[in-house]
């Protein structure tokens, strides 16, 4: 079955430094891709998704690069902020088959 | 929209006693799903629904069971609460992939 793991639990990083999560996936048939942030004591928020026809997204201050020949994603936030302090999730989703499957999450935490 | 809601917060259970964590949201989406989170891991799925009076298991059903009678509503019942089932539970919804998720139950059984 699909799982998705993160390479690293942990990792903090000086405030306006860029930060790079990341994230392996095991099942090739994943054909969609998703950054979560949890912020301690609520649910996940949606960051941002990329498509496996894509091999990267943009969106404000983050980016996911995605590298379906390792299995492997990541998310890259530029000029890290204190608010951007939180778990980041990684999920895959098999079209059409199971829902998304979540990594055990890397926290970040950030050195003002 | 109030987006995804779910009650209570938070309960402590005694074990073999029963509850209904209730989970609703007004986005009119199809897709709802039920995950557990224990400390310091991941969100693991328990069970989804693909629309009104369809569900189906997720990775770790044993000891929960659903319903989904209208769009809106998605009950997460244990019948008989285990000390293994301490964890924070998150209900999200979806129109497809991308989900809401609600701000989460913590249970504790004792």
């Known amino acids: 079955g699909e799982s998705v793991g993160l390479h690293l639990p942990t990792l903090s990083v000086q405030e306006g430094d860029n930060s790079i999560i990341n994230c392996a996936y095991s099942n090739s048939a994943s054909d969609y891709f998703i950054w979560y942030k949890q912020e301690s004591g609520k649910g996940p928020q949606f960051i941002i998704d990329i498509r496996s026809n894509m091999d990267k997204r943009q969106g404000q201050r983050v980016t996911v690069l995605l590298n379906k020949t390792v299995k492997h994603l990541s998310l890259q936030i530029a000029a890290t902020q204190p608010g951007d302090s939180a778990v980041y999730f990684c999920?895959?989703?098999?079209?059409?088959?199971?829902?998304?499957?979540f990594g055990k999450g890397t926290r970040l935490s950030v050195i003002a | 929209n109030a987006g995804v809601t779910q009650t209570p917060k938070f309960r402590i259970l005694k074990i073999g006693q029963s509850m209904t964590l209730q989970c609703t949201q007004d986005?009119?989406?199809?897709?709802m799903y039920w995950y557990r989170q224990d400390p310091g891991m991941g969100l693991k799925l328990i069970y989804y629904?693909?629309?009104?009076?369809?569900?189906d298991k997720g990775e770790v059903p044993n000891g929960y069971n659903v319903s989904r009678s209208t769009t809106e509503d998605f009950p997460l019942r244990l019948e008989l609460a285990a000390p293994s089932q301490t964890s924070v539970y998150f209900c999200?919804?979806?129109?497809?992939?991308?989900?809401?998720f609600g701000p989460g139950t913590r249970l504790l059984v004792l």
């Open positions: 999200a919804s979806s129109h497809q992939e991308t989900q809401y």
């Open positions: 629904s693909v629309g009104a009076g369809i569900t």
């Open positions: 986005m009119n989406h199809n897709y």
């Open positions: 999920a895959g989703w098999n079209s059409g088959n199971t829902p998304l499957v």
